[in-house]
């Protein structure tokens, strides 16, 4: 079945800088990948995703590309804030089965 | 705004007792799902669901059942818990192919 890697497990960054959490695939048909933020208290949301017929998606200050040569996804955010410390977890869909990966636990100091 | 509701965010349980945790999604979502959240582990899936009575094993449905009698609910039974069990619970509900609502969570404590 599919396995999805994360990291870092844990990331420490200064506001205003840029974070990246990477994720590999293992299954080749994947065709859709979620990244969901988790806040102290409360389940994962969905903060942006990406499908397989796309290389680069951007929302403001996140944005999510794919390399499905390599498997590999990542997250980037960039001008970071407090508030973006959360859990960040990745994702990974193939025919009705999702698998996330282990979560990185983002920090962001002021 | 589409909502899925975990009945209890707190629970204390007894070793040996039979645990029943609630989900409801009220968008109409065919599939539910039951995750257990353990620091550093992620989110594994306990069961899931694609249809009223029907239910699959996830990856780690051992001393875990579910009930689906509506298409709404989903419920997650622990017929003898235990302390090994003690962790957060996390139900979602999903169309095929979009994306996850997550519940709340429930922290279960078993003492």
């Known amino acids: 079945g599919e396995n999805v890697e994360q990291h870092p497990s844990t990331l420490s960054v200064q506001e205003g800088d840029s974070a990246v959490i990477k994720c590999t695939y293992s299954?080749?048909?994947?065709?859709?990948f979620p990244w969901y933020k988790q806040e102290l208290g409360k389940g994962p949301q969905l903060i942006i995703d990406i499908r397989s017929n796309v290389g680069e998606k951007k929302d403001q200050r996140i944005a999510v590309t794919l390399n499905k040569t390599a498997k590999h996804f990542s997250l980037h955010i960039t001008e970071t804030q407090p508030e973006d410390s959360a859990v960040y977890f990745c994702a990974s869909y193939n025919n009705n089965d999702m698998r996330f990966g282990a979560g990185t636990r983002l920090t962001v100091k002021p | 705004d589409v909502k899925v509701t975990q009945s209890s965010r707190y629970l204390v349980k007894r070793t040996g007792e039979k645990v029943f945790l609630e989900c409801v999604q009220d968008m109409d979502h065919e599939n539910m799902f039951w995750y257990r959240q353990d620091p550093g582990l992620g989110l594994r899936l306990i069961y899931f669901s694609y249809d009223v009575k029907m239910k699959e094993k996830g990856d780690i449905p051992e001393g875990y059942s579910v009930s689906r009698e509506k298409k709404e609910r989903f419920s997650l039974i622990l017929e003898s818990a235990s302390t090994n069990q003690t962790s957060m619970y996390l139900c979602?509900?999903?169309?095929?192919?979009?994306?996850?609502?997550f519940g709340q969570g429930t922290r279960l404590t078993v003492v």
């Open positions: 299954d080749s048909a994947s065709n859709y």
């Open positions: 979602a509900s999903r169309d095929r192919g979009a994306e996850a609502f």
